[in-house]
């Protein structure tokens, strides 16, 4: 009887603790991809900021994919190493609020680097991304 108990008190914790990461870890995907886009752009890592990126024409993608990849290629490097030369790079970065439209197909993400040494007199900077959703994905629209 008491192994009985016990292995039903272990499905349930079983059960339990996987609908709560579940409900945890999706439970704004618009804030993580803009987590993701601004540390893939302080770590220079181009195939993860393309990966996040909206890319309005679906017809040349493709084409577009390339020639962002070009430019990305050119200058992330050069981010990520002003970055570490002036603020000794970015110890985190995290969201402070983010707003969902009516429509919930475009979020607007505040997200704050925080430096790991003073930089422009300060720690930290806030940075206010918008996300669309395309199609089951979110997107950062990029200010190039």
């Given at each position: 009887m008491l192994k009985r108990l016990f292995n039903l008190f272990s499905v349930v914790t079983l059960?339990?603790?996987?609908?709560?990461?579940?409900?945890?870890?999706?439970?704004?995907p618009y804030e993580k991809v803009a987590?993701?886009?601004m540390e893939a752009v302080f770590q220079a890592d181009t195939d993860t900021v393309l990966d996040?990126?909206?890319?309005?024409?679906?017809?040349?993608?493709?084409?577009q994919r390339k020639k962002a990849e070009e430019k990305l290629n050119a200058f992330l490097p050069e981010v990520a190493k002003?970055?570490?030369?002036?603020?000794?790079?970015?110890?985190?970065v995290e969201?402070?609020?983010?707003?969902?439209?009516e429509a919930q197909d475009t979020a607007k993400v505040?997200?704050?680097?925080?430096?790991?040494?003073?930089?422009?007199?300060?720690?930290?900077?806030?940075?206010?991304?918008?996300?669309?959703?395309?199609?089951?994905d979110w997107k950062v629209i990029p200010n190039l």
């Open positions: 059960v339990l603790s996987v609908f709560t990461i579940a409900a945890c870890s999706d439970s704004k987590v993701t886009y996040t990126i909206y890319i309005k024409d679906k017809r040349s993608e493709k084409e002003d970055m570490e030369a002036k603020a000794g790079g970015v110890k985190s969201v402070l609020k983010s707003e969902l439209n505040t997200v704050q680097i925080n430096y790991k040494k003073k930089f422009n007199n300060a720690t930290n900077e806030n940075v206010t991304l918008t996300v669309v959703k395309v199609e089951e």
